[in-house]
């Protein structure tokens, strides 16, 4: 089976421009979760859905950020307008549940540099 | 949320038994306890949860004492590839967040 796809592996862009990460969780999977990960602060969860509704996103930096998931099979984290302080690996996780005991499965992550 | 604590950093050789110690003094009772494992470029990996005393798959054994306060994660056998940094985290079955801490970083030597 396939497991969580983020796109892209890496980008680098300039600051103040739009970013967009996407993500597509394994199927059937009910939860979705938006994590960032930095040498300081470790890994950061962001936000996450279940069933396609954001359920917290009192992680989310600032008003930069925003997260989407319009279907059960993608969703998308965009920053706008972007910053060097945003630079950062940011992962994509998916579970069959929302509850915390059910294992979250993680993708490969998108290395996003801010010029 | 209950908070964790492990070491930052083990050091180990190929062919030992490794034990990662995580505490937790403020476990609920509704509390499970997972490990996740991070290679470098990759996102964490589920390896094991358990409630109490002991579970043990094909990759790890996790003893847990009577009062959960703390849980040992045991790798039997370590290689090279073990490499990675481990995380202990605590969180109860209707609950939704994991957060994780700083991890305890696992360097195996040759």
């Known amino acids: 089976d396939a497991g969580v796809i983020q796109s892209p592996r890496h980008e680098v862009t300039e600051m103040g421009q739009e970013v967009t990460l996407r993500c597509k969780p394994i199927?059937?999977?009910?939860?979705l979760f938006w994590y960032r990960q930095t040498m300081m602060r470790g890994l950061e969860l962001l936000i996450y859905?279940?069933?396609?509704?954001?359920?917290?996103d009192s992680g989310m930096p600032e008003d930069r950020f925003s997260a989407k998931m319009p279907n059960a099979s993608f969703s998308t984290l965009k920053i706008q307008p972007s910053e060097p302080r945003d630079s950062a690996v940011y992962f994509c996780?998916?579970?069959?549940?929302?509850?915390?005991?059910?294992?979250?499965?993680f993708g490969d992550g998108t290395r996003l540099s801010i010029l | 949320l209950a908070k964790t604590t492990q070491p930052i950093s083990m050091d180990s050789y190929e062919g030992q038994e490794v034990n990662i110690t995580c505490s937790h003094n403020?476990?609920?009772?509704?509390?499970?306890i997972t490990w996740y494992q991070q290679f470098p470029s990759q996102g964490p990996r589920f390896i094991i949860q358990g409630y109490k005393t002991k579970v043990t798959n094909e990759v790890a054994s996790l003893f847990i004492p009577a009062d959960r306060k703390s849980s040992t994660l045991s790798l039997p056998r370590v290689s090279l590839s073990d490499t990675a940094v481990y995380y202990c985290l605590v969180g109860g079955k209707y609950g939704n967040k994991l957060v994780f801490g700083a991890g305890t970083i696992l360097r195996v030597k040759s």
């Open positions: 199927s059937g999977h009910n939860s």
């Open positions: 996780a998916s579970s069959l549940t929302g509850s915390s005991i059910q294992p979250q499965h």
């Open positions: 403020n476990i609920a009772t509704n509390d499970y």
């Open positions: 859905f279940n069933n396609n509704v954001p359920i917290d």
